[in-house]
């Protein structure tokens, strides 16, 4: 096919060779024509690095709101329980990377960077079906909290590559839009914040079924300017009816290429609460253990007092916005998995050999999954119709 | 003779008694004034909501991935306009989750003109709404079937849309369509389930005891069998289109004998209805008030364009609302931008007598 | 024209009085079935007002944020002048709800019980048309406000009666939907809240244009659980460029029916202009003098820093929500006018026989009124086309 | 050759140069990147908003009243779907206000399928946005009416929609189809106004001499004249309708020669147009890309059926995208979701062959 006839924007039908040509990979020239998903995005994005990334890396949170939980390091066993999956989840996104890099995928978009925060969210969740466990409205960059939850990481590979296998869209969504009715995890949508204002409804169904299920809703910081952050805060706080919502913001500074200082007057975000009475907190999301106690702190809250929280969780984007803006290791951001691997190497709980080959493992089992992945089916174009509409009440059934 | 509202309520109750009707909310859905069109009073499970649309569109699509039936109120379809991202979104749980997951949810609303609403508040909603996948619709123009269809709605395992048209409201019951187990006079029903004047801190409705009656979706009425023109309309047109057919029939004694459909439900489409009929008639009129340019009416053409093309004996149409971005408050306004009782028929005789 | 019939929703078509008949005016039956705007609507809540007005009538509002303005009475020429256009103003809203019960309109929404804070704003805006003069993003509730800028008020009146004559649409609009160039009065919507939306675009070119033209929105207390109030919060405090915007919501405690209490979890609305560093200020809507003097110094803020403040304004509504509510009078809400005229006579600026003499010299002379714009034409269908494209940029003439 | 993202970002230079443009603004608009699709790079006047498309549509009518022209981007139409109220307040300010104002504004937005945009980024927005009125409508299916459109839609007095085509976005100029004044090569261009690589801080545009081209809203092109199908189309759709012309005349050796119309303006409309050519070749089609339900080509076929019906010597078809919720990832979904050129040259094929 005719990779140079603007129509045809198809990444495959074009030697990928050829987009990679100068300046290493995916140093673009501007004038290439084919595209996969948002190449057209990325050609610029990507090359920005240098810009985006100048900016002073000051970490200008300050921890606020109800008392610090308990600062003494965690049991070992969780720390290391912590770590495994932290690991785990990094070589699953650079596996993800690699293969929209090897042409594998048309997008990449996910958690790098975020893991600290993440696996103990994923760990701390009351995983389960229906009301009595916790809804879950995640948005992309949520891998880390999957794997925690106990998924397998060679379903992302296969939503990755968008096959008939993919068991949460069947080839249909993009990377790290997750959906798994069996644990409450609801679909994820694409656009920004529009899952704060689903999170009430699901909240509603708990606080009337009684128990301790909440609802977790997760979005970045520039999402925050649309209405739906404000209908959450709103929703949730009602004086009828407080709801049992756990609201997360992962502040990386960033919507995509805006720096945060130029759009947002407010101090921190974990501020928007107060107005409402919301018990709000800004946490550093680099550190696991404190993100475990907080989170730990917050949802017990949530859970008992039957009332939203919100928290504000200060995080890196290791790999940029997605691979929309390359995709590229950012430099000059903290790298939580490095910071926590010290501690554990100073702590004696595990020596660099160790967690280094634990990582070469994980790599070799992620590149044989993405070997199967290759080989698994598309899904048939004669499917676009299938599921339009249910004819079983599923959602009831649980 | 239930009027709509009372219809509504009525399968409201119903639902929430037997059918886990969870939340019944909304902007001033609850008590004390149990809607703007009095169609949630006296209702168990009725709760006000802040003003805020997304919120409420919000709301309820998260109550319905949490297994909960409910049913949402948008004060005025007018208002809806600001969530068409999320009914998107509603619609694609299913279909995006490849299954995984389904929405049970019913946003209502009251749509059209015919209320004076001026230039904000007289919108309609069908055109929009067709356009969304994943969502059933169903627009009633009787009591019997805003009842029926909305207790189908309700048990549907789908997000669905509920289309009221404002100017029906207080439409009765025909004798012999009334909803079965109302078997009290107009007085007596108000009685047992109109919020009273002044204070309702005390009040409650007495319900009478209406049956489980799904009007399927998907499912259309011949309202009116005729020889000659098919008429395919619904919601608040629906009468108005019943009745040019009837006085046609009448002053040309028997001469213009059209055949007047009642979609009920725009999707699913009771499109085989539809199709026979115009094989049988050979010519059509569709009419809506919505505004006609990409216009449901439009796509019903297409479809007839599509598989009876030479069947038909005079070129298919389309009456619909003005290209304006409003109704005009004044009447004459008003009535320039909607059909009217006159111009549908005319139309319809238009088509009657046409050559071809 | 036969008024049984649920679809001719016609009020004109059908005898009045039918409707006027049981209990008064306005106790409908429920069971009629003729109609104007919102009858339906007006049925229920017209006889609720018993239910509405029993909330006990606490004043919570607190006095925040900068330091309270000069205390002493307004200069007795500016005391008597803002009198009289209270006056005015509470009298042509009751001509505009006679008028609605007379069937000379549809529908009513208007302001009377915001007169207070509407004229004293009234006056302080710098009036004019374009960049350098105050943009004024109206709600339904500020005649007041028009009569102080020097509005006719019988042209009030033709909109009411949505004759052909109406300036400010031609009797396509609801009474107190303004909108009139020359003073930078854009349309009034119906819609909620979208107003807080459009109001940073015309601050920004304000912005850009020098000068102290400033850009003023108001609106009610409920509709800020709206996006589109934090949308203006967020819009006007962006770093990169903080805007002259004077946020005004009035509170009168009440969306429709339903009670701020249970929906509203802030302690005050002024409080969410403080995450986001906005000024804000809670005032009592009913002393038109500490209104003057709130107005007058946020007013000076915004002019001067050309950054925004937001001033929470609580008031009365004296006639409930609309004629959908019956436009009957509400009993048990404080009156501002009544107060202000018994400071006027205590102060020896007015008598009680003097003010009654004005009230009835303006009701007369509104009566007049009305019988002109009784005999004024109504637009003709064959308009509706008119005006939907501009051929002229009008707005850029200046 | 420009290619469309250049000639978009020429327009803009031009228009802040030459035509009071102010505000180029929305999401990643200004530096570093310069939009999503670098439609806005080394522009004086483009900013960042913040992510709140709600807030770019109202402050670009705010700007719009105050009399600043302006640009507004919503990233991807996908996501202008909550702002649909103030479009349609937008597009009632002159006429609801009796004409007294007026709103120059130009809201651009990507749309359309493509780029495998999955399910919430392949929607299109011309079905949506005919139906709203008090817009004015272009849609560029090459960079020099992207250019010509564009600057239209800039001094135009009233709001406009600008679409661009997600998927040609890097379409470049066809010989002889150059915008004016673009006299070097396509790296000389790029060097000229393409962002280039790394830090941007010290870099600014040279700008080529490009004239004052405004080509007017509400005429079309006919882009291959023809003799027996009429083929009606737009955007993204409609370099693969002049494709499959092209090649079954080719393959046809003649015998199917179909006219290609490009509407470039979807309101004002170019009727006159498409009637002219419908009555010489008596069959039409119609092409988009947007669900086929309560689809703008329906509105087209059934404007043409109520006036060329019986000129027609074959029922008009419309082939556009499918009923679904949303596009599916996978090539095979995508492709089954919205018409490919092979789909499309057998429906000019089925037309020319139809026998009446
Ligand atoms: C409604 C909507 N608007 C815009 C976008 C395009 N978009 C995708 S991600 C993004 C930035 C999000 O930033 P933030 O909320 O901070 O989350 P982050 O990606 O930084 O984690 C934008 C603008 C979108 N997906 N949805
Ligand atoms: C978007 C939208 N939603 C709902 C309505 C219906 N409505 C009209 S006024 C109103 C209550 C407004 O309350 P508030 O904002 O407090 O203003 P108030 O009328 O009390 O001055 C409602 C719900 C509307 N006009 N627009
Ligand atoms: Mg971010
Ligand atoms: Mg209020």
Known sequence: MNCTHGLLFRARDCPREKERAPGGPYALSLSDESSGFLETVARSLRSTGVVLSTRPLVNPFALSGRPVPDDTALPPELQLRIHDLMVRARVLEERLIQMYKQGDGYFWIGGPGEEAFNVPLGLLIHKGQGPQFDYLHFHYRQSATMLALGADPIDSLRQMKNTATDPYSGGRNFSNHYSKREWNVVPVTSTIETQYSMAPGTAMAQKRAGGKGITIVTGGDAGTAEGDFATCLVWSSRPANPLPVLMIVTNNKWGISTASEGQHGEKTIADRGRAFGIESKTIDGNDPERCYREIQAAMEYVRTTRKPFLIESMVSRLYGHSSASGANPVLDEGDCLKGFEAKLEKRGLLTRAKMDAMRAAYTTELQEAHKVVRAEPQPDGSTIFDHIFQTRDLVRGG | MSNMVQAIRMALHVAEERHGLNDVFGEDVGPPLGGAFTATQGLRTSWNSPLDERGIVGAAIGLGLAGSRNVAEVQFCDYIFNTIDLLKLGGMISWGSNGDWNCPTTIMTPVGSGIRGSIYHSHSFDATATHIQGFKIAIPSRPLDAYGLLLSCIVDPNPCLFLIPKALMRT?????????????????????????????????????????????????????????????????????????????????????????????????????????????????????????????????????????????????????????????????????????????????????????
Chains 1, 3 share one sequence.
């Open chain 2, 172 to 356: 009765r019951s025909a004798p012999g369509e009334e909803i079965p187990g109302v078997d009290v006079d107009d007085r007596a029903l108000s009685k047992m389930i109109d919020a009273p004047l002044g204070d309702r801190t005390k009040w409650t409705s007495q319900w009478p005891n209406t049956p489980d009656l799904f009007i399927p979706l998907g499912e259309g009425r011949t309202v009116r069998p005729g020889r000659d023109v098919t008429v395919v309309s619904y919601g608040r047109m629906l009468p108005l289109c019943a009745k040019a057919a009837d006085d046609l029939a009448l002053e040309s004694n028997g001469a213009i004998d059209a055949e007047v459909i009642d979609l009920r439900s725009l999707c699913p489409l009771d499109w085989p209805r539809i199709k026979e009929s115009v094989k049988r008639t050979g010519r059509v009129l569709f009419v809506n008030e919505d505004i006609e340019v990409t216009n449901f009416g439009e796509h019903l053409l297409r479809r007839t364009v599509d598989e009876l093309f030479y069947e038909l004996l005079a070129p298919p149409r389309v009456l619909a609302g003005s290209a304006t971005p409003g109704i005009g408050l004044a009447d004459n306004l008003e009535a320039a931008s909607v059909p009217q009782l006159a111009g549908i028929a005319a139309a319809i005789r238009d088509l009657a007598k046409h050559q071809p």
